[in-house]
């Protein structure tokens, strides 16, 4: 590797490097080298695959704790995978949960007609940018997270299906994101003053939630296009701020939106002359309920612990839960846990249950005897 030629196409590259483990031919820029994973390392798996990143801007990429250049060999160790496997269990089993438990809700918003408002339909769109959210990031895990001879695939056919897929995925997570806002908005607008005009209220949510998440990707779309990034887009860049800045304004207006809502809602149960202790447990529990709506708990997702650590998979763990989970834990407090929902559920139910009874009608044979009985009676008080 040392003596061949150096590519001469006058293009970007990070120069052929060892590492004091593997040796890395010259790459392009933006895109992923890969090498087996050594022999030599402890419980490492030859037949796994390591990679090494060279940055669009033609240096290899440095690890942000140590700012030295770093492989990741990560996979290499064996027992990398259970813990992974693990992992991706919880992801499947969440988002399984989020959309089976979205479907149900979505199949009662739109049979009980009379449930039909503009709060709903925002819990609709809402619902809607889950499941896809979640559908495509199932696939994502399925196809291409633990896919990687279609990552080191140069066939452009399958680069470019795998990209979209990645595009699809940040599309949706991003929508799902600014319906939050909608959300946040529409609660903002019921409590504490109107943001949008009565007549073109919904317009705005949908131009908000399904339009707007367009600019931010498109935006990193055609960036990472011209970078010519390969490796499916699977690898962090430094364009990832393009999709991350607009999802952090959002649940800082979304935080502001909800201290906001929970002061008024502390000064309107004041005006009634509500004792302050119960004041507090009421403002309480609307925040609560209000998080896993507004999203306000991906917050803590910035922070990090030490890799390699015990630590490491408790935080991964707990955020794939509250990741996944999401849409299942707003499905209960917005459908399964809703009393006028369940009311409608339930009167549904009992009608359904008195039109189709469980049990068989009583057979002609039962009924004879009373029809015996009856003529019985005629016949004794008929006069001689």
């Keep these: 590797m040392m003596t061949d030629p150096y590519p001469t196409d006058g293009g970007l590259y990070c120069n052929r490097t060892f590492d004091s483990w593997s040796c890395w031919n010259d790459t392009r820029a933006g895109e992923i080298a890969y090498a087996h994973c050594p022999v030599f390392i402890p419980n490492s798996d030859p037949s796994k695959i390591a990679h090494k990143v060279c940055m669009p801007n033609g240096e290899w990429f ?17 027992t990398y995978h ?27 918003f739109f049979y009980f007609k009379n449930l039909s408002c503009p709060r709903i339909t925002l819990h609709k769109n809402l619902f809607f940018s889950f499941i896809f959210n979640g559908v495509s990031w199932i696939l994502w895990f ?39 806002l909608c959300e946040g908005i529409h609660l903002h607008t ?45 690898f962090e860049t430094d364009y990832e701020f393009i999709i991350a800045g607009p999802i952090i304004a959002v649940l800082v207006i979304n935080l502001v939106l909800l201290l906001n809502i929970v002061r008024v809602l502390c000064s309107k149960l004041r ?18 309920i209000l998080l896993p709506l507004l ?37 209960c407090i917005y459908c399964f846990f809703n009393g006028e929902v369940m009311d409608k559920l339930y ?5 359904f249950l008195l039109a189709h009874p469980l049990s068989n009608p009583p057979s002609s044979s039962a009924r004879a005897p009373k029809k015996a009985t009856t003529a019985y009676k005629k016949t004794s008080t008929t006069p001689a």
């Design 62 to 78: 440095r690890h942000p704790e140590t700012n030295i250049t770093w492989s990741n060999y990560s996979v290499c160790d064996s």
């Design 82 to 108: 259970k813990k992974h496997f693990a992992g991706l269990i919880v992801w499947y089993i969440g988002y399984s949960a989020s959309i089976i438990s979205l479907t149900i809700s979505l199949i009662i």
């Design 142 to 180: 399925a196809i291409v997270a633990e896919n990687v001879d279609l990552v080191k695939n140069p066939d452009k056919a399958v680069q470019v299906s795998c990209k979209i897929l990645n595009v699809m995925c940040q599309y949706f997570q991003t929508c799902n994101y600014f319906w939050m």
């Design 190 to 234: 019921l409590i504490v003053v109107a943001v949008f005009s009565d007549r073109s209220r919904l317009t705005h949510y949908y131009l908000l939630g399904w339009v707007a998440p367009f600019v931010p990707v498109t935006i990193y779309t055609t960036l990472r296009a011209v970078e010519q990034h390969t490796g499916c887009w699977m």
């Design 271 to 288: 005006a009634v002359n509500t004792p302050a202790q119960h004041d507090y447990k009421k403002a309480v529990r609307a925040t609560l």
């Design 295 to 331: 999203g306000l708990h991906y917050i803590i997702m910035p922070v990090q612990v030490s890799t390699d650590t015990i630590g490491e998979q408790i935080y991964d763990l707990l955020i794939a839960i509250m990741i996944s989970f999401q849409g299942f834990f707003v499905a």
């Design 347 to 351: 009167r549904f139910i009992r009608n």
